[in-house]
């Protein structure tokens, strides 16, 4: 099977198409030889900070000298970025190997997109004898692919709240069930100290975080902040972001309550080496600069608001390119932005669950009503449009959703 071969099989399984459940994927994966049992694992849920937590994570146990294997969704420019080891993307030759091997063991496709994803990443970090895998579930927790790791060395549910309620539940407590749904029984369950969790993390060892890592210094122009930890100890990091504080403690509870051992120098070069695009990121171009964010719910949006708010480039006035899903909570995304959008250009992000721009445009109005409001084609003309106009403000956000992301650090060619 050829690289585009194995793409045009993920094509047709449609990865909007969703079907929640483990058996399809226990008995796909026993036929392979149960390749998830082969690796230790570190499993990680959450609304939002999985990802940023999870890329972390893997950075500090590669620094610690293990051969870290890393499954994260979705992703911004190459679908190869969801599957690496040691930060290196698998191979397009080993994607569509292994590729061909999961439809083997898939006759009557009933595997969807993500579930042929997650075997192929078990599959790669077995063969490469990874000495720790980290996880990021898909969607939820409790019936997420991923979950078929009967005793990971830790579990971490980030954060709750509203968020493809469609498939989750309703209510803030249906959500919390579905994504601790990932905590075993005897092993650590890392979690940050919100009352919805108290209530919903009913198996597992405890391991609650109460006091997220403090932001003292931060360097807005190289996109680094230094942390410091409860213990006095500082760290950069080379991440932006209100939030990567939280994070940041719960990958350090997660990895202390595993047992695993490692050295103050790992938590060091690897904090400061982490890698996570589309997380505010901030892209210099020219005289301009592109702040690129993925944030896609309103708990995302009230932490890039709280971001924007603390740096520099709020001070100056900034065009807001944005795109939403349709099946988003827009108004919860926009409220907390609202107060910074004095002029907007609305897209529609590479993906069919996208928002139509002229129905954003309602939206916007009607939370921003004084903003200026326009419409462009695509992403990368917005984005060209803005880097071109000598009249335009200095700074553009892109933000609203993860297609947009991809589709902007697309657009300037962001490697």
């Known amino acids: 099977m050829t690289f585009a071969a194995a793409l045009a099989v993920l094509e047709e399984r449609q ?3 969703i079907v929640l459940g483990l058996d399809r ?21 959450g609304t939002n900070g999985k990802g940023s937590t999870c890329a972390m994570l893997a950075s500090v146990l590669t620094a610690s000298g293990r051969r870290t294997g890393l499954f994260i969704s979705p992703h911004l420019l190459d679908i190869r970025e969801r599957i690496a080891v040691d930060g290196r993307k698998i191979s397009e030759a080993e994607f569509a190997r ?7 063991a898939d006759r009557k496709k009933r595997l969807t997109y993500f579930e042929l994803l997650t075997s192929i990443a ?3 970090f077995a063969e490469r004898k990874c000495d720790v895998m980290v996880l990021e579930t898909g969607l939820g927790g409790r019936l997420d692919a991923t979950n078929v790791v009967p005793a990971p060395l830790a579990a971490i549910v980030t954060s709750v709240d509203y968020d493809h309620q469609a498939y ?9 069930r579905q994504k601790t749904g990932i905590f075993k029984a005897g092993r650590p369950a890392v979690r940050p100290d919100l009352p919805v969790l108290r209530r919903a993390a009913l198996r597992g060892a405890p391991v609650v975080v109460r006091k997220p890592w403090k932001a003292v210094r931060t360097d807005w122009a190289k996109g680094r902040q230094t942390l410091r930890a409860p213990s006095g100890r500082s760290y950069e990091l080379s991440l932006l972001g209100s939030r990567q504080g939280h994070n940041a403690a719960l990958a350090r509870a997660a990895v202390e309550a595993s047992g695993l051992q490692v050295p103050e120098t790992a938590w060091a070069k690897g904090l400061a080496a982490v890698r996570w695009p589309g997380r505010f990121h901030s892209i210099k171009l020219g005289k301009k600069t592109l702040i690129v ?3 896609h719910n309103p708990e995302a949006a009230r932490a890039l608001a709280a971001t924007w708010t603390s740096s520099p480039l709020s001070k100056k006035p900034a065009r807001w390119i944005m795109g939403i899903m349709k099946d988003k909570d827009t108004r919860g995304v926009l409220s907390p932005l609202a107060p910074f959008i004095k002029e907007a250009v609305l897209v529609r992000p590479p993906s069919p669950r996208a928002m139509d721009p002229l129905d954003l445009a309602g939206f ?6 004084k903003a200026h409001v326009t419409i462009e084609r695509n992403p990368a003309t917005a984005i060209d449009a803005w880097r071109k106009d000598r009249n335009a403000p200095k700074v553009a ?9 991809g589709a902007a650090l697309k657009a300037v060619k962001y490697k």
């Open 293 to 295: 964010d993925g944030g």
């Open 122 to 124: 078990f599959q790669h």
């Open 168 to 176: 989750l539940g309703d209510t803030l407590a249906a959500i919390a």
């Open 25 to 45: 994927v226990r008995a796909h994966l026993a036929a392979l030889g149960d390749p998830h049992l082969a690796v230790p694992a570190f499993h990680v849920a």
């Open 15 to 17: 990865e909007t198409k």
């Open 364 to 369: 916007v109005r009607r939370a921003a009503p």
């Open 98 to 104: 292994l590729m061909g091997r999961a439809l083997r």
């Open 397 to 405: 956000v892109c933000a609203g959703s993860l297609y947009l992301a």
